[in-house]
């Protein structure tokens, strides 16, 4: 089993910064890929980036040059700064660990960005 604890997140103006990471903990034994996935109000559950194994990065069209994704592998952390914020970008935060063939989710962060 594997458990996911989200930090960060929280309001901030437009054109803003915040940082969310989350800590995975448990039998993490073959990770896939890490990553985030956000869900606004009426809409449908998107991914936002991910971090395969093997250090590639995918990011949405929507988050390109504004958000990096990292992790720490000893940490088992995997962290995403978000710059320039839109108010587009307020939604619910969601970090995902790929294990094997599982996939295990936080419990997410509200972030919400003010014009």
């Known amino acids: 089993q594997v458990q996911l604890v989200e930090s960060g997140g929280g309001l901030v103006q437009a054109g803003g910064s915040l940082r969310v990471s989350c800590a995975a903990s448990g039998s993490i034994f073959g990770i896939v890929a890490m990553g985030w996935h956000r869900q606004a109000p009426g809409k449908e559950r998107e991914v936002v980036a991910r971090i395969f194994s093997s250090g590639t990065t995918y990011y949405a069209d929507s988050v390109k040059g504004r958000f990096t994704i990292s992790r720490d592998n000893a940490k088992s952390i995997v962290s995403l700064q978000m710059n320039s914020l839109k108010p587009e970008d307020t939604a619910i935060y969601y970090c995902?660990?790929?294990?094997?063939?599982?996939?295990?989710w936080g419990q997410g962060t509200q972030v919400t960005v003010s014009s």
């Open positions: 995902y660990m790929n294990v094997k063939t599982l996939v295990y």
